[in-house]
Structure formats: structure tokens, C-alpha cells
């Protein structure tokens, strides 16, 4: 697994520039914060001793000069460094989401993705920030402690006894902090799920006036959120008054032991007073708790990002990239593909002939979207192959592939600026005639007219039913002309006349190309030249409708009033 420092070393990677140069104005920030006492104290000695000296208001002078630019330099070049990063890292999880079928699945839900993409990763991605003001903190606070030393050698001793307790209690809140971070973004992370799915379902909840309901189910992990809160608020309360309580007690003993040599004439009253300006700068290496608060964060949500970029995702093939037929054969040897501690598919072997319309059937969880899913590697099967025209798909580029099967689902995704966009969404350069031509077979050009502004009806602004949806995705699947066309119960949602109408117009349209039909109402089946019975991941039959008919097992999955003389209709 990927580690929160490899993953933000590659976020890093894509905005050195900006990173390198936050580090070298930080740098140079922290030699003039170490100079500037040292130029005080020799200005105070010049004036005690009588003597009056230019130099030392000129460095003071240089000091500020260098100061100022340093520390915009370091706002400037950090913010577009984080900016950088954090796009970065959006970029790769959702790329990792999309790439692994992640979106909408039990493990990451839409909202939890959401969750990690928006706030998981904002959190990484600052941190390489955070390392360098914390960095260049800790470098200041060295030389400050090295100044000391130089002063006077008990100055750094003094220093030293406080640094133990102080390094214990920051070890200890990262400890106790790090699972309590994790488990507070995981508690986020499941709201936002919830609320996303309740949103999605405002409709039904509506309808259905089960309002508070939903909003209790939602809200259910805010107990859970709220107490995680709070121990991370006392844990950072409790480290927060003891290390208020050492660090004064480090700089009083500093400052005691300063007086005392100056007492003794060990040291110059301008010695002193760069003591007391040291011992600030040497001081802030103790106190980082907002620094180390921030990692905290940023390594959680670091965690939360690999768990989706680590996801595995199928590798591109590049053996084979040739246009072959318009018609291909389909097959599925020894497939078998499993989900957690269920076999969804079990050693699926299953032949369709170039030109065949397949109807895939079988009751609910019995694995017809997940066959359906491998044509295209939308997922890969954990045993066994699926080929076309005889090549395993894993071989396929993955234009080849895309050229060679397209899908069209039962919620089709509204992608695209306007109505032709999303038609024509997998081959941007399909003309207007052939995008017009796919809707009418669709059976949508008629409702697509009707809309304010036709085929360029800003998609925002199209009020559009589930079916008319559905016929959009099944327009857009023409327009990509695949050889082999996949339908996830891409009509579920037209009623029974409209469904026979727009198969018919697909039968034509595809009439030589390879179609496999995920499959629930009678009448589909019926229209397919051969049918797939699943049933618990195996091929329980296959043959024609009318023959599968005289199994009773079969029948029983269309319910007991679905009748033959429905499918020829």
C-alpha cells in the first residue's frame, strides 16, 4: 500500500517549482529572523560604549530588506504550490475512481467519494506546506539554539532541559491523534454518503413522508462524529496547557540564566537582549502543535486518498488494435468473478455467435450486470477470459476496444454541454445528420423538438422523463456504432408499445451487429434469438425463448401472469 509520504511526495512532484521556491524563501526568511537579533545587540552595545556606528543600522536595514520580500515570496509561492498539489491529488482519485468502476459502489459511495475528493484531499495537499513553514521553523530554532551556545554555553544547556518533555508530549498527541483523525473524516465521509443518497431520493422520500425519518438515517453518524470531536478538542486542550506550561518555564530559566551572566559580566547588555530574542526564535521549534495538528489531519486524509487511488485497475492492453468486422463473436471461458467472500459469476462459459441478439436473464443479484460489465472491461473477471473475434479484450488498446463495444444503461449519465453533445458523447465528430438519425430510431427526436431549443438544449434545461433519458442513452449508443452492443435494461423505464417500438428500430439498425440485452420483462426475452439463464452465477439454460417457456423455473422469473403470446408482440 502506498504510504501518506509517497503519496504526498508525488503531489509534491507536480508543483516543484513553486514547492522549491517556497523552500528557498523560507530558507531565507529564517537567516534573516536569526540575523536580526544579533544586529540589535550590536547596536545596543554601540550605544552603551559611547560609540556611535552606522553598520549596524545599515545590516538592520539589509535585515528587514531581505525580511519582507522573503515572507510575501513564501505566501505567493506556497499558495499556488498547495493549489498545485491539491489539484493533483483530485486529479489522480478521481481518475483512480473513475478508471476502477469505484463510483456509486458499496465500499466508496458517491458521497464518500465526493467527501474524499473535496475535503481528503485539500487536507494532503496542503501539507507539503505546512512541512515547509514547519521546517523552516525548526531550522530557525537551531540557529537560535546555536546562538545561544555561542553567548554562553549554559544559555543552550538551559534550553536542552526543556526540549525532552516537550518532544514526549508531541509524540504522544500525534499517537492518540492519528486514529482519531481517521476515524473523524471516516464518520464525515458517511454522512456526506447518506445525504447524497437522500438527495438523490428526495422524490420518493417526499412522497413517501418519511422526511424525518431519512433525515435521522442521515444524521445517524453524527453522534459518533460529534464524540470523536470532542476527544480530538481534549486532546488538543490537554497537550495545549502543557506545553504552555513548559515553554514559559524553558524561557524563564533561559532568561535567569542570561541575567545571571550578565550579573557576573560574562555577557554585554546587548548580549542580553539578543538572549531574549533568541530564546523566542529557539523557543518556536517547541512550539508547533498547529503544525503538528495540521499533519494530523493531512495524514489522515492522505490515508482516505490511497484507499481509492490504491484500488486496483485494469491494465491497458496493447497487442491489439485493428478495426476488425462489424459483426464479432463474443466468449466467455471459465469466467468467474468475485465480490468480498461471493462468487457473483462461477465458471461462465458462454459462446455468442457474430450478429446474435443474447437476452441475459436471471433473478436479482445473479450476476447479468456484472457479465455485462466484462464485454468492455468496465471490470475484469478474477478467473478466466472474455474474448472477441477469438482475442482476449485484455489485449485490445483501449480506443480498439471502445471502437469495438459500447453500452447503454438503465440510468444513462447526462453527460455533455447540450442534447446533441450527449448523443454524440463517444464520437465527438459524428455529423448532425447521423446524431438526428440515431434519435429517431431512438424514438427521440420527437420529444427533442419539442424542447426549447432542440438538439441545443443546454442539458441543465431539459426537463426529461426517466424513459426519454433512457432513449437518449440508447440514441447515443447508435452514434457510437460499436460491433458489439451491450443493454443493461437499457428500456426499462418505456413503456410496453414504446419498448416494442424502439427494438424494432434497433433490430435494423443493428441487424448485423453482436447484441447482448440485460433482460427483465417477457417480451424482451422474446424478441432475442437466444437466451441466457442465469442462476447463482451459472448458466442454468440457453436456447431460444419458446423452448426455455416449458421450464417452469423460468417462466416463474417474468411472474405467473407473463404469458408466450407476449413476446411476439
Known amino acids: 500500500m502506498t504510504s501518506p509520504q509517497r503519496l504526498l511526495i508525488d503531489a509534491t512532484s507536480y508543483s516543484r517549482g513553486w514547492f522549491v521556491s517556497a523552500s528557498a524563501a523560507a530558507v531565507t526568511g529564517a537567516a534573516g529572523t536569526l540575523a536580526l537579533p544579533g544586529v540589535l545587540a550590536a547596536a545596543l552595545d554601540s550605544v552603551i ?3 556611535v556606528a552606522a553598520a549596524p543600522v545599515y545590516w538592520f536595514a539589509l535585515v528587514v530588506a531581505v525580511l519582507v520580500p522573503a515572507s510575501a515570496v513564501q505566501t505567493l509561492a506556497g499558495g ?6 491539491v489539484a493533483a491529488l483530485r486529479r489522480n482519485l478521481a481518475g483512480a475512481a473513475l478508471d476502477a468502476g469505484l463510483p456509486g459502489g458499496q465500499r466508496f459511495p458517491s458521497g464518500d467519494l465526493t467527501s474524499r475528493l473535496s475535503g481528503n484531499c ?15 521553523s525548526v531550522l530557525t530554532s537551531l540557529g537560535g539554539l546555536v546562538a545561544l551556545w555561542i553567548i554562553d554555553w549554559r544559555l543552550g544547556a538551559a534550553f536542552l532541559l526543556g526540549v525532552p518533555p516537550v518532544v514526549l508530549t508531541a509524540r504522544l498527541f500525534m499517537r492518540r491523534s492519528s486514529e482519531l483523525f481517521t476515524r473523524y473524516q471516516e464518520a464525515q465521509g458517511r454522512i456526506s454518503a447518506l445525504l ?3 438527495i438523490g431520493g428526495a422524490r420518493t422520500i417526499g412522497a413517501a413522508g418519511t422526511t424525518d425519518r431519512e433525515m435521522s438515517r442521515v444524521l445517524a453518524p453524527l453522534p459518533g462524529l460529534s464524540a470523536t470531536g470532542l476527544r480530538l478538542w481534549r486532546l488538543q486542550r490537554d497537550t495545549g496547557w502543557q506545553v504552555g506550561l513548559l515553554l514559559p518555564a524553558v524561557e524563564v530559566l533561559i532568561l535567569s540564566v542570561g541575567g545571571y551572566a550578565l550579573v557576573g559580566g560574562d555577557i554585554t547588555a546587548g548580549q542580553l537582549t539578543a538572549v531574549v530574542g533568541y530564546t523566542a526564535v529557539a523557543m518556536a521549534m517547541l512550539d508547533q502543535l498547529d503544525a503538528l495538528f495540521a499533519l494530523g489531519m493531512a495524514t489522515a486524509g492522505a490515508r482516505r486518498v490511497i484507499e481509492v487511488t490504491d484500488q486496483p485497475v485494469a491494465t491497458a492492453g496493447t497487442g491489439f488494435s485493428g478495426p476488425g468486422s462489424h459483426s464479432r463473436t463474443v466468449d466467455f471461458r471459465g469466467v468467474t468473478v468475485r465480490s468480498g467472500d461471493r462468487t457473483v459469476l462461477d465458471s461462465v462459459d458462454l459462446g455468442i455467435t457474430a450478429g ?10 445473479s450476476g447479468k450486470s456484472t457479465l455485462a460489465a466484462l464485454v468492455g472491461r468496465l471490470r475484469d473477471p478474477d478467473e478466466g477470459d ?27 449519465a447526462l453527460l455533455g454541454e447540450t442534447v446533441r453533445g450527449m448523443i454524440a458523447f463517444a464520437r465527438p465528430t459524428a455529423s448532425d445528420s447521423e446524431v438526428t438519425a440515431a434519435a429517431r430510431a431512438a424514438r427521440a427526436d420527437d420529444f427533442v423538438r419539442r424542447l426549447p431549443a432542440g438538439y441545443d438544449t443546454p442539458l441543465s434545461g431539459a426537463p426529461l422523463s426517466g424513459g426519454e433519458v433512457q432513449r437518449l442513452g440508447l440514441a447515443r449508443a447508435l452514434v457510437h456504432d460499436p460491433a458489439v452492443v451491450v443493454l443493461d435494461d437499457a428500456t426499462s423505464s418505456l413503456d410496453t408499445a414504446t419498448e416494442a417500438q424502439v427494438d424494432a428500430a434497433l433490430a435494423t439498425a443493428w ?3 453482436t447484441r447482448i440485452v440485460i433482460a427483465h420483462r417477457v417480451s424482451t426475452a422474446a424478441r432475442a434469438d437466444l437466451v441466457a439463464w442465469l442462476d447463482g452465477g451459472r448458466i442454468r439454460a440457453m436456447g431460444p425463448h419458446r423452448e426455455l417457456w416449458a421450464l417452469p423455473g423460468y417462466r416463474d422469473l417474468f411472474g405467473a401472469t407473463a404469458r408466450p403470446v407476449e413476446e411476439d408482440s
Open 511 to 513: 441487424s448485423d451487429r
Open 80 to 85: 499556488f504550490y498547495g493549489a498545485d498539489a
Open 49 to 51: 560604549d559611547g560609540r
Open 196 to 198: 447524497l443518497e437522500a
Open 356 to 365: 446474435t441478439a443474447l437476452a441475459v436473464v436471471g433473478r436479482s443479484g
Open 386 to 412: 472474455v474474448l472477441i473475434d477469438g482475442v482476449p479484450v485484455t489485449r485490445f488498446t483501449p480506443d480498439a476496444l471502445r471502437s469495438a463495444v459500447g453500452y447503454a444503461f438503465e440510468r444513462p
Open 122 to 136: 485539500a487536507q494532503a495537499g496542503r501539507a507539503g506546506l505546512t512541512v515547509v513553514t514547519a521546517s523552516a
